[in-house]
């Protein structure tokens, strides 16, 4: 058996779920069995309804994943993803590298940026955990507020959501500033959404302000590339993203993309719910800055200098 915690090896999860199926006895050949029927819509199922459809419970799935050789149910998912056809794309990706040598063209650079970050949002897309997505959306959208806290890197998509979310009329503020930011949490209340950001998941700025937050009875959500960070451990909600870094982009940075990507379903979800006040907020506020748009859509000429 593949020792857990080891790279899943997409093309031989199901022939190693059929191999060990005999020796699985009770809930675990139930999930086993589940997987077997239906391996392409497991790849897209998160572990509750798994857990659900085949009459155990979350952990038994997870039991199972380490039965045949997987750290957690992600992996399975885009192990599954991978073998069945969802992942078609990856051993192209893998097989391209993520190293960058000082003397490479920037052919070769760019197909290792867009392979690495298309890769990054994929695996994102396929470890989701939608249920955590689908409870941030119902807290956001009965939230007083949302305040989001982050910093360094992580702070640009802290305000990049601010920004989305205000265009839809959901009072929001991010801060990436430690004592503004606690400043803020200590007002929050049960009526209120707190959301933290960090790649690592170790950012004590991002983890104080959060708990802070959580402290005063605001519902508290993390994003996070490490499910079992300090962050996501006092989240009452975490959704976690998948990226490597490559040379000259450290993780920080190669989580930008997943980043966005959740942050994005998490912006157009609670829009399509509220969908009579964020169509109507979209409106007003683009009515706002149309007279500082020119009406024909043309780049005014740049005037030339006179000569001396």
């Given at each position: 058996?593949?020792?857990?915690?080891?790279?899943?090896?997409?093309?031989?999860?199901?022939?190693?779920?059929?191999?060990?199926?005999?020796?699985?006895?009770?809930?675990?050949?139930?999930?086993?069995?589940?997987?077997?029927?239906?391996?392409?819509?497991?790849?897209?199922?998160?572990?509750?309804?798994?857990?659900?459809?085949?009459?155990?419970s979350?952990?038994?799935?997870?039991?199972?994943?380490?039965?045949?050789?997987?750290?957690?149910?992600?992996?399975?998912?885009?192990?599954?993803?991978?073998e069945?056809?969802?992942?078609?794309?990856a051993?192209?990706?893998?097989?391209?590298?993520?190293?960058?040598?000082?003397?490479?063209?920037?052919?070769?650079?760019?197909?290792?940026?867009?392979?690495?970050?298309?890769?990054?949002?994929?695996?994102?897309?396929?470890?989701?955990?939608?249920?955590?997505?689908?409870?941030?959306v119902?807290a956001?959208?009965?939230?007083?507020?949302?305040?989001?806290?982050?910093?360094?890197?992580?702070?640009?998509?802290?305000?990049?959501?601010?920004?989305?979310?205000?265009?839809?009329?959901?009072?929001?503020?991010?801060?990436?500033?430690?004592?503004?930011?606690?400043?803020?949490?200590?007002?929050?209340?049960?009526a209120?959404?707190?959301?933290?950001?960090?790649?690592?998941?170790?950012?004590?700025?991002?983890?104080?302000?959060?708990?802070?937050a959580?402290?005063?009875?605001?519902?508290t959500?993390?994003?996070?590339?490490?499910?079992?960070?300090?962050?996501?451990?006092?989240?009452?909600?975490?959704?976690?993203?998948?990226?490597?870094?490559t040379?000259?982009?450290?993780?920080?940075?190669?989580?930008?993309?997943?980043?966005?990507?959740?942050?994005?379903?998490?912006?157009?979800?609670?829009?399509?719910?509220?969908?009579?006040?964020s169509?109507?907020?979209?409106?007003?506020?683009a009515?706002?800055?149309?007279?500082?748009?020119?009406?024909?859509?043309?780049t005014?000429?740049r005037?030339?200098?006179?000569?001396?």
């Amino acid at each position: 058996m593949p020792a857990v915690g080891a790279e899943p090896n997409p093309a031989a999860v199901l022939p190693r779920i059929e191999g060990l199926l005999e020796e699985l006895t009770g809930a675990l050949r139930a999930v086993g069995e589940r997987v077997l029927a239906d391996p392409v819509g497991v790849a897209q199922t998160p572990i509750t309804e798994l857990a659900r459809a085949s009459g155990t419970s979350p952990g038994t799935v997870t039991r199972f994943c380490r039965a045949v050789g997987l750290a957690k149910y992600a992996d399975l998912r885009y192990a599954l993803a991978a073998e069945t056809g969802g992942g078609q794309t990856a051993p192209r990706e893998l097989d391209i590298g993520t190293e960058i040598a000082s003397e490479d063209s920037l052919q070769r650079v760019l197909a290792v940026i867009e392979s690495v970050n298309r890769r990054a949002i994929q695996l994102t897309a396929a470890h989701l955990d939608l249920d955590s997505v689908d409870r941030a959306v119902d807290a956001i959208i009965s939230a007083r507020r949302v305040d989001i806290y982050a910093v360094g890197g992580s702070a640009i998509v802290a305000e990049e959501m601010r920004l989305r979310l205000g265009c839809i009329g959901v009072m929001s503020s991010a801060w990436s500033e430690v004592h503004n930011g606690l400043t803020s949490a200590a007002l929050l209340g049960p009526a209120d959404v707190a959301l933290g950001i960090s790649n690592t998941g170790q950012t004590r700025e991002t983890l104080e302000m959060l708990q802070e937050a959580a402290s005063h009875g605001a519902t508290t959500v993390a994003l996070t590339n490490a499910g079992d960070s300090p962050l996501a451990t006092a989240a009452d909600i975490v959704m976690t993203t998948v990226a490597h870094e490559t040379s000259f982009q450290p993780r920080a940075l190669a989580a930008r993309h997943a980043q966005l990507t959740v942050l994005d379903l998490l912006f157009v979800a609670v829009a399509q719910r509220r969908k009579g006040e964020s169509t109507r907020a979209l409106e007003l506020t683009a009515r706002a800055i149309a007279p500082h748009r020119r009406a024909d859509g043309h780049t005014p000429r740049r005037r030339r200098r006179p000569r001396a």
